[in-house]
């Protein structure tokens, strides 16, 4: 597809190094964002999706560095930078950060402060990234509260977070993510806090305000349900790698790896309850820490092929490619253009 990059992540490493030890949390992301486009992120707890997100905005918790990588913004535009280069305090990375990249949070309470009114939150995140009068930040803030849906925009701008409801919150996220116009938008689970059918309501709105403005939608979650619902390319990430990439109809038509299969059959039905347990696949996933040696998902695979597998390590999917990195799969056949 002819839609242009927006984000093309590569080989993309971050390690927590501690007394304990290093712990290498990603090890060789790669991927592309497209405009108008919807990357689903999915894989267990642990596996490096809110990691990924944090290093985009570089906000990675200390003592987290990246230690290769490049994720380039705007590739071949004017516009190009790669944010690993960036200090992470600097005037540009706070540009980005808000400005040209939005992040969505799981609670959406971590972007707001209990101590101010959500037009004040609204208002002051429009200012940080527009040369506009109060008055104008002001009606630009109404102006997005009626664009997530939030009735009476006038009044509610003088609520606290707290007299709000939960899918009422999650609405005022999404606002403070747009509030700086993003190309680039990050949801980290953005609808596993709430309840089923405020959930849907929340997707639709993220879909519809995805095509109005075009954005790249970087979508995270753990739940395969939001993924078919939402997503056009999927990343299957497993122990910091994406260990599967491909259009969301081949991932459920013909699931390349074994852990992505695994994933699905976690999954009774499409749209089942969130936060399932992956009974399918034995065992957990290992911790950073404690990489197991070859492919990283052999202890667990029922497909293993012994020795290829345990010592040697499946090469990455080319980005903007099909596949899995998987020795089980004969990749000169399933790595598609
Ligand atoms: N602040 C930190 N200090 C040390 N290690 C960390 C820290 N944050 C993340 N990690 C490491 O990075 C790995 C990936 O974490 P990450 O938060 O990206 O997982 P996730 O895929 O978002 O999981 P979840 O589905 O639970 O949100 C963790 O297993 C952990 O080992
Ligand atoms: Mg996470």
């Not at 808000?98 to 609204?122: C, D, K, W």
């Not at 969130?274 to 065992?283: D, N, V």
Request: charged fraction near 25%; charge should be negative; include cysteine.
């Amino acid at each position: 597809m002819a839609d242009r990059t927006s984000l093309a992540v590569r080989d993309l490493a971050v390690e927590f190094r501690s007394e304990q030890g290093v712990v290498r949390a990603l090890d060789g992301v790669s991927f592309d964002l497209h405009a108008g486009r919807t990357l689903g992120v999915v894989g267990e707890s642990g596996c490096g999706k809110s990691v990924t997100a944090r290093s985009i905005l570089r906000i990675v918790d200390r003592p987290g560095r990246i230690t290769a990588g490049r994720m380039i913004l705007d590739p071949g535009t004017p516009r190009e930078v790669d944010l690993a280069q960036l200090d992470p305090e600097s005037k540009e990375m706070r540009g980005v950060r808000g400005g040209r990249v939005g992040l969505i949070f799981q609670e959406p309470m971590t972007a707001l402060s209990v101590h101010y009114t959500v037009g004040n939150q609204i208002m002051e995140a429009v200012l940080q990234h527009a040369d506009i009068s109060k008055a104008e930040a002001q009606n630009r803030a109404i102006e997005l509260l009626r664009e997530v849906g939030i009735p009476r925009p006038e009044t509610r701008i003088s609520a606290y977070p707290f007299e709000l409801s939960g899918g009422l919150r999650q609405r005022v996220g999404i606002a403070m993510a747009l509030a700086g116009d993003p190309e680039i938008v990050i949801a980290d689970e953005p609808t596993t806090a709430l309840d089923v059918t405020t959930q849907a309501q929340i997707l639709s709105l993220l879909r519809r305000l995805q095509e109005e403005k075009n954005i790249a939608l970087m979508l995270i979650t753990h739940d395969m349900g939001v993924i078919a619902e939402m997503a056009d390319e999927v990343a299957v990430m497993y122990l910091g790698r994406v260990v599967e990439f491909a259009p969301v109809e081949e991932v459920f038509s013909e699931p390349r790896h074994p852990y992505t299969r695994a994933l699905l059959r976690a999954v009774p039905s499409i749209l089942a309850t969130p936060r399932q347990r992956l009974s399918t696949i034995g065992g957990a996933v290992p911790h950073p820490g404690a990489r197991p040696s070859g492919c990283p998902f052999h202890p667990r695979c029922s497909e293993q092929l012994g020795a290829l597998c345990t010592e040697q390590s499946p090469r990455p999917v080319p980005p903007g490619r099909s596949g899995a990195a998987c020795f089980k799969v004969d990749q000169s056949e399933a790595v598609t253009a």
